[in-house]
């Protein structure tokens, strides 16, 4: 009996949280990006974005390899 009503009261629990988060109803276009969300650009501009990112890279690395360094002395 105690069995029984721990069962129920974790089912009882876990349909309270699908209804808090909303899991009622899982419809894809809730949780799945639609076809225009794709940002375009031209390319010597994606390529320009691209050169700053890997210059930036380059700085973090830099500074977590300094920081690093002193980890193990």
Known sequence: MAAD???????QKVAQAKRSWGLGSLSPSRWVGQADDAEHRDLPRLIAELVKLDA?????????YQLLSGVGK
């Not at 009503?5 to 089912?11: E, K, N, S, T």
């Open 56 to 64: 930036l890279a380059s700085e973090v690395n830099k500074a977590l």
């Open 5 to 11: 009503l721990g069962q129920r009261l974790v089912q």
